[in-house]
């Protein structure tokens, strides 16, 4: 039973940090890319970041670059989202989610929603002005 367990969430002030934890299991970790997604009130959900597997490449939305860093402990089966500088417009519900890399073929592959196969449950980050 694959399951995607989401911690560190909280309600912070402007220019604070978090550090957002995914715990997984049921899968086999090394093989799959780790990703987050935020949902915001009254918005669709967008890509955050991924940490692709086997290469280790990293890509993150142009809103969080330089701001957020995406890791993985493949010996925890644990992927880390690090937000600095965080911003009133980063509230949102974050999502951890995982795909097996032969889904994806090519880079705009890693920033669908759709080509991720589990999905957490969620964890909520408010950020107050």
């Known amino acids: 039973q694959v399951q995607l367990v989401e911690s560190g969430g909280g309600l912070v002030q402007a220019g604070d940090s978090l550090r957002l934890s995914c715990a997984a299991s049921?899968?086999?970790?090394?093989?799959?890319?780790m990703g987050w997604f935020r949902q915001a009130p009254g918005k669709e959900r967008e890509f955050v970041s991924v940490?692709?597997?086997?290469?280790?490449?990293?890509y993150y939305a142009d809103s969080v670059k330089g701001r957020f860093t995406i890791s993985r402990d493949n010996a925890k089966n644990t992927v880390y989202l690090q937000m600095n500088s965080l911003k009133p417009e980063d509230t949102a519900v974050y999502y951890c989610?995982?795909?097996?890399?032969?889904?994806?073929?090519?880079?705009?592959?890693?920033?669908?929603?759709?080509?991720?196969?589990?999905w957490g449950q969620g964890i909520r980050v408010t950020v107050s002005s």
């Open positions: 049921g899968f086999p970790f090394t093989d799959y890319n």
């Open positions: 989610a995982t795909g097996p890399r032969w889904k994806y073929y090519s880079l705009s592959d890693y920033y669908r929603g759709d080509r991720y196969t589990y």
């Open positions: 940490f692709t597997s086997g290469s280790g490449n990293t």
